[in-house]
């Protein structure tokens, strides 16, 4: 994602992980939290994140097999 796209404030630092899966297409589904920020709003904001940013480039055909089992995670983080 790009800096700037979404913006959360919060005083505090947090960080959530995120899995998601991708179509072949690159659109991405079955989004949610791997590991929670202990902020409902924070880890829904992340969410919301990840699916604003579909579709995702096609994914490159040496990982079309993998992508219709495995699921991917990024982190979500504030600024510290």
């Given amino acids: 994602l790009s800096p700037g796209i ?3 404030h919060s005083s505090a630092f947090l ?3 995120v899995n998601f899966y991708i179509r072949e297409n690159g659109e991405v589904y079955d ?3 791997e590991k929670s920020s202990g902020d ?3 880890d829904s904001y992340c969410i919301k994140a ?5 579709p995702l480039p096609v994914p490159p055909t040496e ?3 993998r992508i219709k089992t495995e ?3 990024i982190s ?3 600024k510290k």
Avoid at 50 to 54: C, G
Wanted: charge should be neutral; glycine fraction near 4%.
């Fill in 63 to 65: 990982l079309r097999d």
């Fill in 15 to 17: 960080a959530a992980q």
């Fill in 76 to 78: 979500c983080e504030t």
């Fill in 50 to 54: 990840v699916n604003a940013a579909s």
């Fill in 6 to 8: 979404f913006r959360f």
């Fill in 40 to 42: 409902e709003k924070f």
């Fill in 31 to 33: 989004v949610g939290i």
């Fill in 71 to 73: 699921f991917f995670i």
